[in-house]
């Protein structure tokens, strides 16, 4: 049952992104394929910090009005929701209209607001859920959020989208150039023909054009609503699991009559005679994490500031980060950053250090390689190292060192506020939407508005060597 429950556990937590990192690591194709082009990925970061008003909402009620909104049929709800979605996604994600005098793709910028709407509240439903279950589960939820970027990582590979290459196209263009002859028309049977004495000339020249996907962004949103399917059926199979539920509650039930014992006795019997209530007091791996308000608004700092990294600023402009190097650097950074995630989860685990020292050291050098990125999408569409090998080595590298690293800090900071309370973890999902919502309101002026970042599209752009 132990093994089972772990098992649930983990398809349940892929469920958390699993639908808005479909969306991510199949930008590659969908850019090359939709009129926003280059601006999708911006577009699809104030979409998502749009959709918090579902997390928004749920916070102010557990603030204001606690236990009246039943975790279980919301969460049912909002699976259930995103797996429609997914599947709507197939069939309307090519349609276009106009808007405001320009195309368009309206039916997937509406959908991809439900499916941030269904994600974003699972930050504040899904982890909470997690405290009825025993602490040991938690790390299994974790890995499987980081699979919520694996697996539709694996099935992008597989399709591998959004490659290019170069092709010699010729362009044929007429010549005005004074000629000796003069037009002639004759009839050759019951053809007309007329002889121009113009010339013409044709010049050779590189264009960029994309290789066919193994299969089409149909096929990968069919595969992405199974996905979500199968977390709905993994978190029906967490409730059918009474035994777990019941050990979970009476231990808990537990603890709050032996702590309120305590403080009643405590109260009661005055500061100088502690020693004869002694026996009431929880096992000291039962107690409750008590962290000091410096310590504890440090731990929230972190969650705001690394979701503000990952999930807002770094994403809106990882084209012009990794396009200057070509097609082939964007889709393995945004592939392999997907692999990283869970693996930095895996890492916690055998790594799991609770040091907030530690977590600051850890924090600093995710933020260099994002600092990094950042710099080479300000210096697009001529990056340093733009023509080598190694610049297109290090970029991909250091996006899969920025997803890491960051990753295992979200895991740890989890871990610090699932020992203090149910609220705590609440809390932590507000904190991860308001972090996600700054970065991406941020930086859409930025890259829409006064479009700092200037995009390399595959055309011969002459670079200062």
Known sequence: MALLTHLL??????????????????????????????????????????ANVGPLFITLLHRFRPGCLPEVPVIFGVLALGTTACLLFAFLWEKTSVVAGALHSTPFLVLTFFLALVDCTSSVTFLPFMARLPAQYLTSFFVGEGLSGLLPALVSLAQGSGINTCAQVTNISATTEPSNFTEASFTLGSLNITLNPDLTTSTPQLESCYLPANFSPFV???????????CLAAFFGLTRLPKQWELSTEDLLVSQVTLKSFQLQEASA?????????????????RPTVWPRAQLAFIYFLVVFVNALTNGILPS????????????????????????????????????????????????????FGAYNMAMA??????LLKDSRWGEAIIVISWVLFTGTLSYVKVMTGVHLRDLSHSALVWCGAAEQLGSAFGAILMFPLVNVLQLFKSADGSSLQCPS
């Open 9 to 50: 556990v983990c398809i349940f937590g892929s469920g958390s992104w699993v639908a808005i990192n479909g969306l991510w690591v199949e930008l590659p194709l969908l850019v090359t394929k939709l009129p926003e082009g280059w601006y999708l990925p911006s577009y699809l970061t104030i979409i998502i910090q749009l």
């Open 317 to 368: 402009v990882q084209t012009y980060s990794c396009m200057s190097y070509g097609s082939v650097a964007y889709h393995l950074s945004a592939t392999l950053s997907a692999v990283a995630n869970p693996l930095a989860c895996l890492l916690a685990m055998f790594l799991p250090k609770r040091s907030l020292l530690w977590l600051g050291v850890i924090t600093l050098l995710g933020t260099g």
């Open 378 to 383: 300000v210096l697009s569409p001529c990056p």
């Open 220 to 230: 990968f949103f069919i595969l992405l609503s199974i996905m979500m399917a199968g």
């Open 270 to 286: 005055g500061s100088n005679n502690r020693d004869s209530f002694t026996s009431v007091v929880l096992p000291e791996e039962k």
